[in-house]
């Protein structure tokens, strides 16, 4: 894993709607690694005396001078952070992380999608790309609850007035009589506002149900799938339910002690309700935080951070693998 962990400083902290907020950092020690638009961090924290980890998206855009992080106060980390991370504060930070930007993926016309906190890689990407080429071709569709839950509202009015490629659509489920798209998106408004989507490149982000929404409506509509790219800040729906005797058994190489584990239920989430602890901040297979070693038949939901060779010697990310049968395990 190719990732640097530093110690960042808050020099700004700012309201962006009653539930989010953006902090701007920047780094204790001197220049900040590059990053790429769309990708994130992990922010560290204690929290009762117990180290908590989540994953970040920087809002920034790679030619900001400093890094910024959005977040909704959603639980945990998330209220802690806004609660007591102030201007002055410190925090530990790991990363970049993450293959969800345009500089890798096909961009040249993209559809942009995403709801709520989801926003943030759409910020960050659309900045980029228009610092790059300002005259882009870019379809923007953001969906919120109301007017007063959308984060960077006026901003991107700015930008896409002063951009004619970029148009943007706001996706409203509760908004004023004159608003044009009222409800949840759906295809008849991708079809509307986006009439030439099966040409372009579409890159997905929101919380997990939008995503299945979003996902299922873009594949009904003939969307091939090498044309969608996505990421989700949700953890994964939870696995079917299965019988407590159709399970696999885990054993911990260093302890010898064996946990249960059903089908569909991924390594890390059979630990921590085995009551074991295991490091772990994405918990969505891109920060390489959960990475172990197993013997047995295992099923990769993720390969982010692992190499060839990795693969061939049995790691895996805890967090985005499931069990096909016994499987033994170190980390
Ligand atoms: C790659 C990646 C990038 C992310 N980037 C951002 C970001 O830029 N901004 C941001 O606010 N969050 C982002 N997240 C989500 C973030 O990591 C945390 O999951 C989130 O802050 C909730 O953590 P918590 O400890 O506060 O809540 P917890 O107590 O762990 O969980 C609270 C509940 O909130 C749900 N939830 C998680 N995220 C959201 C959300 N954004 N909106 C609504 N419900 C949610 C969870 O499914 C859970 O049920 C990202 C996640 C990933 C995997
Ligand atoms: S916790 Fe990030 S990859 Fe598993």
């Known amino acids: 894993m190719s990732s640097t962990s530093l110690t960042l400083t808050c020099i700004a902290r700012r309201a962006d709607t009653h539930d989010v907020t953006s902090w701007q950092f920047a780094s204790l020690t001197g220049d900040l690694p590059a990053v790429l638009a ?29 890094w910024q992080v959005t977040i909704k106060d959603v639980g945990l980390v998330s209220h802690h952070l806004h609660q007591s991370l102030q201007v002055g504060g410190e925090i530990r930070a790991d990363g970049p992380f ?23 890689p759409m910020w960050a990407m659309l900045r980029d790309e228009l610092a790059r080429r300002p005259e882009a071709d870019i379809r923007f569709i953001h969906s919120a609850r109301s007017p007063e839950d959308v984060i960077f509202a006026g901003e991107l009015a700015a930008l896409a007035e002063a951009h004619p490629g970029v ?15 009222v409800g949840r998106l759906s295809p008849d408004m991708l079809k509307e506002l986006a009439p030439d989507l099966l040409s372009r490149h579409v890159y997905l982000c929101g919380p997990a149900p939008y995503m299945t929404a979003v996902c299922t409506m ?19 729906e939870a696995p079917p339910v299965a019988t ?27 630990l921590e309700g085995a009551g074991e602890t295991m490091m772990a901040a994405c918990r969505a297979g891109v920060c390489g935080a959960c990475r172990c070693s197993t013997t047995g038949i295992i099923e990769r939901q993720s390969v982010m951070t692992l190499s060839a060779q990795d693969l061939e010697n049995g790691v895996a990310l805890a967090c985005s693998c499931t069990a096909k049968g016994d499987v033994s395990l170190d980390y």
């Open 167 to 181: 148009r943007h659509a706001l996706v409203l489920e509760q908004a004023p009589a004159a608003h044009p798209w």
């Open 38 to 66: 769309g990708q994130c961090i992990t922010l560290h924290t204690e929290i009762d005396g117990k180290l908590q980890c989540r994953a970040y998206t920087l809002s920034s855009s790679p030619q900001d001078a400093c």
């Open 98 to 120: 993450g293959d969800f930007h345009l500089t890798a993926l096909p961009c040249e016309r993209p559809l942009l999608l995403s709801a709520g906190s989801g926003i943030t």
């Open 218 to 236: 873009l594949t009904a509509l003939g969307l091939p799938a090498g044309q969608l790219h996505q990421e989700s800040f949700g953890l994964p």
């Open 244 to 270: 407590d005797s159709n399970h696999f058994w885990l054993t911990l190489k260093k302890s010898g002690k064996k946990v249960k584990i059903l089908p569909g239920q991924t390594l890390l989430a059979a």
